[in-house]
């Protein structure tokens, strides 16, 4: 009789491992599936931004995430502004940030980045009827930049030199307001995201023909942390160039512009973004 139930609970031993054999492939799978929090903009249209649905959209969230599915890795997006966003990365809290950040030599001391996903330049905006045209026009004037972006501190490397002071903004809305309404002379932004900005939300705003300080977007990891998420990004980057997917989201958001200005206007912005705006002015 104990032989019998000896052999019995073999039998249901390697019954059972073979059982265990056959789940925990598809088990290891789905736990191996690596998925990276990614710090953006609050807002930073056509690179991200909030639609009318309250989702987070852009250049920057649809390429990544179509990396993400192209790569076989998960993403979760953190909107908290530029400035919060790299303290974030910086503090270890999120894992890269795409915000529309350049490559610069400074930052790069700091940081890793991927291969350049997008060209841009520093334009400068100033009212409709403002006769700022070049930057010797703002000797003993107010420029608005966003808190530390390339901007602000191409604005910083020269402020002395053509006699300028500056106010910071935590986003790109707020700025833009306070040029409209005469509190500053003029103000400096990302080329591609300036002239969209007044194409898509017909803003009292006009561009100089100044556009400087021409670089590059990446993503930014913490230097020598996650070698595996730009080997991933530079892949599924190059995938979607040669797919043609990469010109179709780049299209989307730049030559069919006008599709999106109601997510984009100053009115949406405030619509879907009224949370975060009282909070900034409860803080400030």
């Known amino acids: 009789m104990n032989i019998?139930?000896?052999?019995?609970?073999?039998?249901?031993?390697?019954?059972?491992?073979?059982?265990?054999?056959?789940?925990?492939?598809?088990?290891?799978?789905?736990?191996?599936?690596?998925?990276?929090?990614?710090?953006?903009?609050?807002?930073?249209?056509?690179?991200?931004?909030?639609?009318?649905n309250g989702e987070y959209v852009g250049i920057d969230i649809e390429l990544m995430k179509s990396i993400a599915e192209a790569e076989g890795f998960e993403v979760e997006f953190k909107p908290l502004g530029f400035n919060a966003a790299v303290q974030a990365l910086e503090a270890g809290q999120v894992d890269a940030v795409m915000a529309g950040m350049g490559i610069t030599d400074e930052r790069k001391q700091k940081?890793?980045?991927?291969?350049?996903?997008?060209?841009?330049?520093?334009?400068?905006?100033?009212?409709?009827?403002?006769?700022?045209?070049?930057?010797?026009?703002?000797?003993?004037?107010?420029?608005?930049?966003?808190?530390?972006?390339?901007?602000?501190?191409?604005?910083?490397?020269?402020?002395?030199?053509?006699?300028?002071?500056?106010?910071?903004?935590?986003?790109?809305?707020?700025?833009?307001?306070?040029?409209?309404?005469?509190?500053?002379?003029?103000?400096?932004?990302?080329?591609?995201?300036?002239a969209y900005s007044i194409k898509t939300n017909n803003l009292s705003l006009k561009m100089t023909d100044h556009n400087e300080n021409k670089t590059e977007y990446g993503v930014a990891v913490n230097k020598g942390e996650n070698a595996e998420l730009i080997t991933a990004f530079n892949n599924g980057l190059k995938k979607l160039k040669e797919s043609g997917k990469y010109d179709e989201i780049i299209n989307k958001y730049t030559t069919n512009a006008s599709e999106n200005t109601e997510a984009t206007s100053i009115l949406g912005l405030i619509k879907t973004n009224w949370h975060t705006l009282a909070t900034g002015l409860w803080n400030t």
């Open 4 to 52: 019998k139930k000896l052999s019995l609970g073999a039998v249901l031993v390697t019954l059972l491992m073979t059982l265990l054999s056959l789940v925990s492939p598809t088990t290891t799978a789905k736990a191996e599936t690596k998925k990276y929090v990614i710090a953006t903009d609050i807002t930073f249209a056509p690179f991200e931004y909030q639609d009318t």
């Open 111 to 194: 940081f890793d980045f991927t291969d350049s996903y997008y060209d841009s330049g520093i334009g400068m905006g100033v009212s409709k009827n403002s006769d700022i045209t070049s930057l010797s026009d703002l000797q003993g004037k107010k420029v608005a930049v966003k808190l530390g972006t390339q901007s602000a501190t191409y604005a910083e490397s020269i402020k002395s030199k053509y006699g300028f002071t500056t106010t910071t903004f935590e986003d790109s809305s707020s700025m833009y307001q306070d040029v409209m309404v005469g509190n500053s002379d003029a103000l400096f932004e990302d080329y591609p995201v300036l």
